[in-house]
């Protein structure tokens, strides 16, 4: 009796999904969390929120206010990367828009969607996804929009060679390519690479011509020099890595000991394994 009544609900609930846009995505959320998603309470909440929003880079591409930057602006034949003014669009936002959003690379009005590291993101927990959304929620409305992104010269050179593909595209090609599995006591550690480090060093940690390294350098590192590198932006050469360097400054530095302990750990027994 309640069976099948279960079963006529379940179907008049597909069909109605099948009607509408599906609002949120299955599949490739990881069942790990960033340190801190086990928050008790709002303050733990926004925090950990805080702590994501400037790990992942929205803040640094987005802006500190979130108000929108050019990310290109330094690079003019790319054209204009255009980051969104989000403290203006999070209330036009629901959750489920949102996290379709960050998931597969489909803003809310649809458009197709480009640059935003969707390919990432999708791994995020529930619990660090929730404590995102809560904290974009409490950062003040101000600004003007953001006009939309214009390709350049460089950037449909890009599209013609693949390298640049459009977000879905991307994330769908994370999913199908990781990084090596490494057993269960090096899933967390690959868990933070393809969260933080494969935005610019790739879905499988193996680098992009003329851009990113094969993290297998992690090899000619030892364990103490990789954590200088990830707490300052210091490699082993005197040289200045640039936007590696930059980028470990504003983001990747937020990495609590216990996560970069085990990134390391992950990219030390990588660069090993038999291959
Ligand atoms: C490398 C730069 C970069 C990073 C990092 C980044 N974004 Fe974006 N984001 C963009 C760009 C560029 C666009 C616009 C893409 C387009 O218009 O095709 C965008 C668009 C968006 C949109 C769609 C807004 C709209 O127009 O409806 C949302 C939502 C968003 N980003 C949220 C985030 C959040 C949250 C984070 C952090 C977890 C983040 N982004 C990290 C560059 C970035
Ligand atoms: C925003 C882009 C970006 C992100 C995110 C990023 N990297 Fe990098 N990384 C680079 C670039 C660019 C280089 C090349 C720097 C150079 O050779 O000048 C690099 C180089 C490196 C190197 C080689 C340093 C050397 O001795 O030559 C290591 C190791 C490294 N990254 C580790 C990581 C790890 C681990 C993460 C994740 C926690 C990460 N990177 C995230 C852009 C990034």
């Known amino acids: 009796m309640t069976g099948g009544g279960h079963i006529v609900l379940t179907i008049a609930a597909l069909a109605l999904a099948g009607c509408q ?69 999070m209330p036009r936002y629901s959750d489920a ?19 935003m590291p969707s390919e990432g993101l999708q791994f995020l927990s529930d619990a660090d996804m929730a404590a995102l959304i809560a904290y974009l929620r409490t950062v003040p409305p101000g600004g003007k929009p953001m006009p939309p992104l214009k390709k350049g010269p460089l950037f449909f050179r890009l599209i013609e060679t693949g390298e640049m593909r459009p977000a879905p595209e991307i994330a769908a090609r994370f999913r199908r390519e990781q990084p090596a599995d490494l057993g269960s006591d090096h899933a967390y550690g690959r868990y933070v690479a393809m969260l933080v480090c494969s935005e610019c060093h790739n879905s499988k940690l193996q680098g992009y011509v003329d851009f990113t390294p094969d993290l297998d ?24 890595l640039g936007m590696m360097r930059s980028t470990v400054r504003a983001r990747l530095n937020r990495l609590t000991p216990h996560e970069r302990a085990a990134l390391i750990a992950y990219l030390k027994a990588r660069a090993e394994r038999p291959q």
């Open 21 to 89: 846009q599906p609002a949120t995505p299955t599949g490739a959320r990881a069942s790990f969390s960033l340190d801190g998603a086990d928050y008790n309470g709002v303050e733990a909440k926004l925090a950990h929120g805080k702590r994501i929003a400037v790990l992942l880079g929205c803040e640094a591409c987005h802006g500190a206010t979130l108000q929108g930057t050019n990310v290109s602006a330094d690079e003019p034949e790319m054209g204009d990367m255009n980051a969104p003014n989000l403290s203006l669009l």
């Open 97 to 115: 828009e949102f996290e379709r959003a960050l998931r597969q690379g489909i803003p809310k009005d649809g458009r197709e969607f480009w640059f």
């Open 217 to 240: 350098i992690a090899g000619a590192y030892n364990i103490e020099q990789l954590d200088h590198l990830l707490t300052t932006g210091e490699g082993l050469a005197p040289r200045d």
